[in-house]
């Protein structure tokens, strides 16, 4: 699922897209490197460290495991699409 909302990412128009993921599959890290050869669209992606307090009793702290990834996306347009 991860993979398809980073492929429309790609198609988007020439605009920032931005989506929150948890920790990326390896079939993920496979399809951005050939969203990158084929669009020529590059992600960044910033971690998100921050400590959440955990609810148990201990108190213990759990990292919040997630990404945000942001790209330009390529403005992609089907040119077969009859227009009137």
Known sequence: AQSLVL???CLTPEDVS?????????YSVLA???FKEVF???F???????KQQGGNDD???EMDKTILMSCLGSG???MTKAST
């Open 32 to 34: 951005l490197r050939l």
């Open 76 to 78: 992609y347009r089907n």
């Open 18 to 26: 931005r989506v929150r993921l948890g920790t990326l599959s390896p």
């Open 7 to 9: 492929l429309l990412m």
């Open 44 to 50: 960044q992606i910033t971690t998100n460290t921050n």
């Open 40 to 42: 020529q669209v590059e």
């Open 59 to 61: 108190d213990t702290e």
